[in-house]
């Protein structure tokens, strides 16, 4: 049985970083796509960033590029999400998600499978 964790989130000024981890178990990720998507107050659920395991392939909505980095550590089955230059607007739940194989459809959150249980991040201005 597949299990995202994440953990990572708090509090902070803008400006500041943060970096949060996803922890997964109970599968080999080799073949997977993992995700990072957030849910900010009254709004849907939206894509932030993923990763393809094997490659190590990247992908960004443009409102986090250059600001926000994911990557993988293999040994310790971890997915990370580097989030520099924080604003106000990137407040929010943030949420690990994995999928089996191909990276069509990325961004598109029902193609994911699997669901971490989210971490909040909580931006001031």
């Known amino acids: 049985q597949v299990q995202l964790v994440e953990s990572g989130g708090g509090f902070v000024q803008a400006g500041g970083s943060l970096r949060l981890s996803c922890a997964a178990s109970g599968r080999t990720f080799s073949s997977y796509l993992m995700g990072w998507f957030r849910r900010a107050p009254g709004k849907e659920r939206e894509f932030v960033a993923a990763i393809r395991w094997s490659a190590g392939s990247t992908y960004y909505a443009e409102s986090v590029k250059g600001r926000f980095t994911i990557s993988r550590d293999n040994a310790k089955n971890t997915v990370y999400l580097q989030m520099n230059s924080l604003i106000p607007e990137d407040t929010a739940v943030y949420y690990c998600?994995?999928?089996?194989?191909?990276?069509?459809?990325?961004?598109?959150?029902?193609?994911?499978?699997?669901w971490g249980q989210g971490t909040q991040v909580t931006v001031s201005s």
């Open positions: 998600a994995a999928r089996l194989n191909g990276v069509l459809g990325y961004a598109i959150e029902r193609l994911y499978n699997y």
